[in-house]
């Protein structure tokens, strides 16, 4: 436990989530902490590359815990820490590791610095949780079109963002990545990307449920093809370019299907 005798205003305590690390100087590190009093903080932790240190560990990606701070002139300084999960579990797989990077990527361009937000960090411990434990590829995705609702980026999708008019059951439907939004048959031009009604049902009650409600649906392997496909589109016309993390699930995802080569 911490000693929380002789605390000043300099010194302070966020619970989070290590969403980002690079090297600072010749052995320190720079993390970002999604923490729930604070939003995302940025810090330095002195040494942490150093194989004699203390703070090495606790400042690893998707790591949860309890984090002690300093105020630095420029940056904080992670002082301590009592870690309580490693998200990435213990097996540390491929797909499960680069779907956390993809969501805390998304965490990290989306979300305002140090501006706290309880309920994207709830949703987040929650995704994170079941990703650890029971990884589907499809969760990421799930979790990541549920911020963009949060931060305000959310589909409507009951009617045509052009005539206003509700959709028909069995209609063509189509995303309009230049209106944001989806239209009707009539209303769409060459460039929309056609849209299921079973997808387009599944987007809005992601937005109308947390990630344990939403995440309990079975989805068909085209369905889940197709929804993944359109949060893509959806989050690149967004942030008005491809992730990095989405390159990395990419080239593991071309890697595990290269057929093993035969011992000798």
């Given at each position: 436990?911490?000693?929380?005798?002789?605390?000043?205003?300099?010194?302070?305590?966020?619970?989070?989530?290590?969403?980002?690390?690079?090297n600072f100087f010749e052995s320190d590190r720079i993390i970002d902490i999604f923490?729930?009093?604070?939003?995302?903080?940025?810090?330095?932790?002195?040494?942490?590359?150093?194989?004699?240190?203390?703070?090495?560990?606790?400042?690893?990606?998707?790591?949860?815990?309890?984090?002690?701070?300093s105020k630095g002139k420029n940056l904080d300084i992670l002082t301590s820490a009592?870690?309580?999960?490693?998200?990435?579990g213990e097996g540390r797989d491929l797909d499960r590791i680069s779907g956390l990077?993809?969501?805390?990527?998304?965490?990290?361009?989306?979300?305002?610095?140090?501006?706290?937000?309880?309920?994207?960090?709830?949703?987040?411990?929650?995704?994170?949780?079941?990703?650890?434990?029971?990884?589907?590829?499809?969760?990421?995705?799930?979790?990541?079109?549920?911020?963009?609702?949060?931060?305000?980026?959310?589909?409507?999708?009951?009617?045509?963002?052009?005539?206003?008019?509700?959709?028909?059951?069995?209609?063509?439907?189509?995303?309009?990545?230049?209106?944001?939004?989806?239209?009707?048959?009539?209303?769409?031009?060459?460039?929309?990307?056609?849209?299921?009604?079973?997808?387009?049902?599944?987007?809005?009650?992601?937005?109308?449920?947390?990630?344990?409600?939403?995440?309990?649906?079975?989805?068909?392997?085209?369905?889940?093809?197709?929804?993944?496909?359109?949060?893509?589109?959806?989050?690149?016309?967004?942030?008005?370019?491809?992730?990095?993390?989405?390159?990395?699930?990419?080239?593991?995802?071309?890697?595990?299907?290269?057929?093993?080569?035969?011992?000798?």
């Amino acid at each position: 436990m911490f000693n929380l005798a002789g605390l000043s205003k300099k010194n302070f305590y966020v619970s989070g989530i290590v969403i980002k690390k690079k090297n600072f100087f010749e052995s320190d590190r720079i993390i970002d902490i999604f923490s729930l009093e604070k939003g995302i903080i940025p810090c330095v932790v002195k040494g942490a590359r150093k194989p004699s240190s203390k703070l090495s560990g606790v400042s690893e990606l998707f790591t949860y815990g309890t984090f002690y701070l300093s105020k630095g002139k420029n940056l904080d300084i992670l002082t301590s820490a009592k870690p309580e999960t490693h998200f990435a579990g213990e097996g540390r797989d491929l797909d499960r590791i680069s779907g956390l990077f993809l969501m805390f990527e998304v965490l990290g361009k989306l979300l305002p610095h140090e501006v706290p937000n309880p309920k994207i960090f709830d949703e987040t411990l929650s995704a994170a949780g079941k990703i650890s434990k029971e990884y589907r590829g499809i969760l990421p995705y799930l979790y990541i079109y549920k911020i963009l609702v949060m931060l305000g980026y959310g589909l409507g999708t009951e009617n045509c963002t052009k005539c206003q008019n509700f959709f028909n059951k069995g209609g063509k439907k189509f995303l309009d990545l230049f209106s944001g939004g989806f239209r009707c048959d009539a209303c769409s031009d060459k460039s929309a990307v056609e849209i299921s009604d079973n997808c387009l049902k599944m987007l809005g009650f992601i937005s109308k449920n947390n990630f344990e409600r939403y995440t309990r649906v079975t989805l068909d392997k085209s369905l889940e093809v197709e929804t993944i496909k359109i949060i893509k589109l959806y989050l690149n016309n967004v942030y008005q370019k491809e992730m990095n993390s989405a390159k990395f699930i990419r080239s593991v995802n071309q890697l595990q299907k290269r057929p093993k080569q035969a011992k000798i």
